[in-house]
């Protein structure tokens, strides 16, 4: 496992890290022992930052992750978020009542006294027009309840307001070879400012693992069934917002480009890799043996400059008409 330093944090991360969104909810049935095995295996692997949410299970991501640290002695850095508990988005949501409230929540499922990291779990546009909330987060910095804070955004134009507000620290995007906007017009700027960049959907809710067909299913509760159309939540968050057949198509393409032994999966981890400007993949794994497989991408060599140039190519053709500039 490679590490990258985490924004102006003075934290190193593993640059493949976890996403526990998978073994909170929304994600058909994940029992609580594989979650642990899967956390636990991430830990083996080197993996020392985890990604999670206040609203992923009520609480029970949070909670499960508690417990890992109960169990392990390494340091684990975990960030979380808060905001989604808002029946509707709204700026005056975001109020210094709701935030210090979704906090010690956290605090309470995290078993800690401090949150490492915070991020604000994709707030409306017009939020970052406005400083007071940015203001109320550096209370609780000083307050001692959070140590860091940054934001989780739908938007490249929103992550380029996000970091006009100086302490903040990440910015959590989706970025794969589906996704490559943020690479062409966010990445040269937070490298500037020195933000961290935390890469999530990095395997486009599995479609880039190449195990899907026309025929998968997906249970009831499984976002990747209710959320095909942006049913529940933006339907960015699902195969990334790319129409299911021509991931799909896109996916057979791709896996022309994958050297032999390394799985479909790792090759679209190290592609993210490649990009300096990001600090971690944080690649969702609901059994240990998704995690690991997706940990081994940190140590293989880099994509060659045709196999970049050849994804960057089936993006452009295939997947950049379809969704554009939409995020
Ligand atoms: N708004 C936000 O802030 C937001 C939104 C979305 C995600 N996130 C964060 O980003 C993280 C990652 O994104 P994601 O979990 O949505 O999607 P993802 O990482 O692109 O996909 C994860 C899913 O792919 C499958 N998978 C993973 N590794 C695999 C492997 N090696 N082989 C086969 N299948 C594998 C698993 O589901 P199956 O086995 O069921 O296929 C897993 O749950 C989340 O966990 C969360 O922490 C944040």
Known sequence: MHYRPLGRTGWQVSDISLGAWAIGSAW????????????NKAI?????????????????SERLIAQLKKQRKEQIIVATKAG???PKQTEAGYSRENLTMWIEDSLRNL???????????????????????????????????????????????????????????????????FRQRPADTFFAE??????????????????????FSLHSTFPVDDHRNFNRHGEAFDVGETFSGVDYKT??????????????GISMSQFALRWILMFDAVTCAIPGGKRPEQVADNCRASDLPPVT?????????????????LIGNRW
């Open 28 to 39: 058909g049935h994940v029992s609580d022992k594989d979650s642990l095995e899967a956390l």
């Open 190 to 211: 937070a490298k500037r400012r020195q933000v961290g960049i935390l890469a999530r959907v990095p395997l486009a809710s599995g479609l880039l693992t190449g195990k």
């Open 247 to 260: 991931g799909l198509e896109g996916v057979e393409e791709l896996r022309q480009l994958v050297p032999h």
């Open 111 to 177: 078993a800690t006294d401090s949150l490492d990291l915070l991020q604000l779990h994709c707030p409306p546009t017009s939020l970052y027009e406005h400083s007071e909330v940015f203001g109320i987060l550096d209370d609780l910095v000083k307050a001692g309840k959070i140590r860091y804070y940054g934001v989780s955004v739908e938007k490249v134009e929103e992550a380029l307001r996000a970091i006009q507000h100086r302490n903040v620290e990440t910015v959590q995007i989706i970025f794969n070879c």
């Open 84 to 86: 989604r508990r808002l």
């Open 305 to 321: 400059d045709e196999g970049m140039a050849a994804a960057r190519r089936i993006y452009d053709q295939k997947i950049s008409p």
């Open 44 to 60: 083996d692997c080197g993996v020392n930052f985890i990604d999670t949410a206040d609203v992923y299970g009520d609480g029970r």
